[in-house]
């Protein structure tokens, strides 16, 4: 994916990744000063006004999190999340390394709020020059409270689940623990520890600057502020943009440059996310109160353009087969259940004339919902019964041994 940037917001420009560069200098002369030193109730306070919610996956309202952490028992510990483990992201390392500062602000602020006196930057191999670099300017400014280090977060799908975030940071194996113990309440060194995603600081180092009112200016009064989005597949310029909360998808696509050629569906919130078909769906509105009655959520702001030409059937087999390798293979879901959909939907792809399958593929995904440690069994069960929606024609079609599309399976024939 690449890294373009449009700014959607006439008002403002697009304000998270609008610093000339990466450096302090640039950052302060265009995003001005960090607040010294504000009141942590009265900045607690604003983030609850300003309705900001995390930018990491499942959207929970961030001010309400920092409230929780702060009145834990224990001295807290605040973690920037940049792990990035979806394949179809790419807006948290783009942040980290256009505007690590803005992320870095956004942390001090939260462990200011919440009374932490260690931070972590949590980040993929390929920021981590960039935020090393960032973190070592400040420390030789004099710049921060908080002592801050860098780790790198390992290349998988699971390590940025916030459990797997601090059991890697405790030193073990980054794999999810079980969700029972809030990681809020007891988390990194059994301390209360606040998980957040790297663009959620980022946008709170922006409301501590300009205020609750400025950030409502823009998306909707249920979710107000921008996002940053990742979009990929058939559109003329990939890549990561600014939008409100509320632009419709078929706005979206266009700021991407629109679809290069005919679209049959896009596939929103990831992996863990939902097909939704085109044109149906074009004049939705991306944000959770009007994709909530689909069954889609904007996940972490993924948006990927299937073309008409390709096999949905075969696309989601390979994302299935995929989200199966990366379990942590610890609980009985991800052991058996989640290779056992993948296995049943490449067979639905290589048009295996079993009416069964679908229904098999249905019931595992029952199977596996809320029985793992984490939330993985569920996001996959969630992305395959999709499948099963979204390509209804297309799975009648290859119980015929044949495919609709010009790019589909390994030796399935073309419908004629
Ligand atoms: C399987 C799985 C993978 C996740 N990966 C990430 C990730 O790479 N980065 C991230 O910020 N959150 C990720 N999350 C969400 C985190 O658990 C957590 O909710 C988030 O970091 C909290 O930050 P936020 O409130 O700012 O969104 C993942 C969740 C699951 C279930
Ligand atoms: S549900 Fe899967 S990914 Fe999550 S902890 Fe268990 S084995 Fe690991």
Redesign the pocket.
């Given at each position: 994916v690449s890294t373009s940037t449009l700014p959607l917001l006439p008002a403002t420009g697009s304000p998270l990744l609008a610093a000339a560069r990466p450096d302090l200098a640039a950052h302060v002369r265009h995003n001005g000063p960090l607040p010294s030193r504000p009141d942590p109730l009265a900045l607690l306070a604003v983030v609850a006004d300003s309705g900001l919610?995390?930018?990491?996956?499942?959207?929970?309202p961030?001010g309400r999190?920092l409230a929780a952490v702060r009145s834990a028992s224990g001295r807290p510990v605040v973690?920037a999340?940049?792990?990035?483990?979806?394949p179809a992201?790419a807006k948290?390392a783009l942040l980290l390394t256009r505007a690590p500062h803005l992320v870095l602000d956004g942390l001090q602020l939260a462990a200011h709020a919440v009374g932490a006196r260690r931070a972590y930057v949590y980040a993929k191999a390929s920021t981590l020059g960039i935020v090393r670099a960032a973190v070592a300017e400040r420390q030789s400014a004099g710049y921060d409270a908080v002592e801050m280090h860098v780790v790198e977060?390992a290349d998988a799908?699971?390590?940025?689940?916030?459990?797997?975030?601090v059991a890697a940071l405790d030193g073990g194996p980054p794999r999810?623990r079980d969700t029972l113990q809030r990681v809020t309440e007891r988390g990194i060194g059994r301390r209360p520890t606040l998980?957040?995603?790297?663009?959620?600081?980022a946008h709170l180092g922006l409301i501590a600057r300009h205020g609750a009112d400025w950030y409502r200016r823009n998306g909707t009064p249920a979710e107000p502020g921008t996002f940053l989005a990742t979009v990929s597949g058939a559109v003329s310029a990939p890549g990561v943009y600014e939008a409100a909360h509320g632009i419709t998808l078929r706005e979206l696509l266009t700021c991407a440059g629109g679809a290069g050629e005919p679209l049959q569906a896009v596939l929103i919130g990831g992996y863990?996310g939902t097909w939704l078909p085109l044109p149906a769906h074009a004049d939705r509105a991306l944000s959770r109160t009007a994709l909530r009655p689909v069954g889609a959520s904007l996940g972490?702001g993924v948006v990927v353009a299937l073309p008409r030409r390709e096999c949905g059937l075969a696309v989601a087999a390979r994302i299935a087969t995929y989200l199966a390798g990366?379990s942590a293979r610890q609980c009985g879901p991800c052991l058996n259940g989640l290779p056992r959909m993948a296995d049943l939907l490449t067979r639905l792809a290589r048009a295996e004339r079993q009416p069964a399958l679908a229904g098999e593929v249905k019931r595992m995904a029952g199977l596996v919902e809320g029985r793992g440690a984490?939330?993985?069994p569920?996001?996959t069960a969630r992305f395959t019964v999709s499948t099963l929606r979204t390509f209804a024609d297309e799975i009648q079609a290859h119980l015929t041994g044949t495919c609709t599309a010009e790019r589909r399976a390994p030796g399935v024939r073309r419908t004629a």
């Open positions: 919610t995390g930018r990491g996956g499942a959207g929970f961030t999190k973690v999340n940049g792990a990035e483990g979806e992201s948290d977060a799908f699971v390590a940025g689940e916030e459990s797997a975030v999810p998980v957040q995603n790297v663009e959620t600081l863990h972490a990366q984490c939330h993985h569920d996001g």
